[in-house]
């Protein structure tokens, strides 16, 4: 719901949706005489119909803003703050070159095998008088350099995301990071948008690695601390983890498509605690493990 210029929202108020331009209310709420005029002196709860009009106006001040206000619109950051601007290059320069990856399977394959048909360099070649009686010779090329080009391809994926998380993350440790006075969720926004090389079309490169220990292998290298015969994602994830190296999990586990998530945002606060998972634990499609959490060995979350 929209609420229009100068209305009066009281406290525990719940509001839905949209008639006629104004939100529509479902409860109206409470909201608390300062004067001690209820019932024996105590302050007493009263109807947003019988608030005063001069408190209808809802003026916000300094105290309202968060840190992520303060930071990059008050620049009042301990450190330098990204200009909007350059965010908004950085992820059209990022989508450009991302794309431009994804085409590059398709790419290689036609130019090696116009190489391998025709020969180098390109400008000395002559296409005329050159037939084939069989065209398996054609699509037999083409698909063993697609091979070829797709495992660089795929190759080309871990190496940027793996570089992009050790330079500009590091290894995250325990601890508040808020916005106005870490720049760790500036370089997280960054790093979010280099993860974008993992999309391929609908899905992602995980897509074909889902419960194999190749998966396991990946977020080994991100920092994730992984023990023996251990099962990631055999469905997928929904979220993979976002903060690998604050997780820890013990020998033979399976983790479905379960939430592993180490952060907390509350109030502009954030927060990162790490996530510790023991032996022998499943973890079924659906369940969430919050910060902080620890998973004792045997344990089974269905």
């Known amino acids: 719901?929209?609420?229009?210029?100068?209305?009066?929202?009281?406290?525990?108020?719940?509001?839905?949706?949209?008639?006629?331009?104004?939100?529509?209310?479902?409860?109206?709420?409470?909201?608390?005489?300062?004067?001690?005029?209820?019932?024996?002196?105590?302050?007493?709860?009263?109807?947003?119909?019988?608030?005063?009009?001069?408190?209808?106006?809802?003026?916000?001040?300094?105290?309202?803003?968060?840190?992520?206000?303060?930071?990059?619109?008050?620049?009042?950051?301990?450190y330098s703050v990204w200009p909007q601007s350059f965010i908004m290059c950085f992820s059209v320069l990022t989508t450009a070159l991302i794309a431009t990856l994804h085409s590059m399977p398709h790419l290689a394959a036609l130019h090696l095998t116009s190489g391998v048909l025709y020969g180098y360099p390109i400008n000395e070649r002559d296409y005329g008088g050159l037939q084939y009686s069989d065209g398996k010779v054609v699509y037999t090329l083409l698909v063993a350099t697609f091979i070829v080009a797709h495992n660089l391809h795929v190759l080309s994926w871990i190496i940027i995301e793996v570089i992009a998380k050790w330079s500009l993350i590091g290894r995250r440790a325990e601890g508040r990071y808020n916005y106005d006075t870490s720049t760790y969720n500036q370089r997280w926004e960054l790093y979010q948008l280099l993860?974008?090389?993992?999309?391929?079309?609908?899905?992602?490169?995980?897509?074909?690695?889902?419960?194999?220990?190749?998966?396991?292998?990946?977020?080994?290298?991100?920092?994730?601390?992984?023990?023996?015969?251990?099962?990631?994602?055999?469905?997928?994830?929904?979220?993979?983890?976002?903060?690998?190296?604050?997780?820890?999990?013990?020998?033979?586990?399976?983790?479905?498509?379960?939430?592993?998530?180490?952060?907390?945002?509350?109030r502009g606060n954030f927060e990162l605690v790490p996530i510790t998972i023991g032996n022998n634990v499943t973890l079924r499609s659906g369940s969430r493990i919050q910060m902080g959490s620890s998973v004792e060995s045997g344990s089974m979350l269905l």
């Open 1 to 78: 719901g929209i609420a229009p210029a100068g209305w009066y929202l009281p406290e525990s108020s719940v509001w839905f949706g949209s008639r006629l331009g104004e939100p529509v209310l479902l409860e109206r709420g409470v909201d608390h005489r300062g004067d001690g005029g209820g019932k024996g002196g105590k302050e007493e709860p009263v109807l947003a119909s019988s608030v005063p009009e001069h408190k209808m106006p809802m003026v916000g001040d300094e105290s309202t803003l968060r840190p992520f206000g303060k930071a990059f619109y008050n620049k009042e950051a301990t």
């Open 195 to 266: 993860t974008r090389v993992r999309r391929h079309g609908q899905g992602t490169f995980f897509d074909y690695i889902h419960g194999t220990p190749y998966i396991t292998a990946f977020f080994r290298l991100l920092g994730c601390r992984i023990g023996t015969n251990v099962c990631l994602y055999p469905t997928g994830g929904d979220p993979y983890m976002p903060e690998p190296d604050l997780v820890t999990i013990g020998r033979d586990c399976v983790i479905d498509k379960s939430a592993l998530v180490c952060h907390l945002n509350t």
